[in-house]
Nanobody, 122 residues
Framework: QVQLVESGGGLVQAGGSLRLSCAASGSIFSINTMGWYRQAPGKQRELVAA???????NYADSVRGRFTVSRDNAKNTVYLQMNSLKPEDTAVYYC????????????????WGQGTRVTVSS
């Protein structure tokens, strides 16, 4: 089975920075897409940023230019560097991994981490 474990959330003042990490564990040969979603109170979960195994990235308009997603394929780990944080970035951030292939060729879809809370104070 696959597990995604996030770390790096916390409380930060507006204008500050945080770095989130998410490591996938299990009998994983490859992961096609890894990314970050967030859910603020009373709102739907939304895509923040995603990155493919080839390095193609996709960002929400609200974070483009402030956040950077990256990954280490050898470690099955995805990162989210968040700079110039704003109070509206406050949310629970969830790691997602999609289209994972095991060493035996099994393909899994759409795994989620447990979430890490980010709070930005004004």
């Amino acid at each position: 089975q696959v597990q995604l474990v996030e770390s790096g959330g916390g409380l930060v003042q507006a204008g500050g920075s945080l770095r989130l990490s998410c490591a996938a564990s299990g009998s994983i040969f490859s992961i096609n897409t890894m990314g970050w979603y967030r859910q603020a109170p009373g709102k739907q979960r939304e895509l923040v940023a995603a990155i493919t195994s080839g390095g193609s990235t996709n960002y929400a308009d609200s974070v483009r230019g402030r956040f950077t997603v990256s990954r280490d394929n050898a470690k099955n780990t995805v990162y989210l560097q968040m700079n110039s944080l704003k109070p509206e970035d406050t949310a629970v951030y969830y790691c997602n991994a999609d289209r994972l292939r095991s060493h035996s060729g099994v393909v899994w879809y759409d795994y989620w981490g447990q979430g890490t809370r980010v709070t930005v104070s004004s």
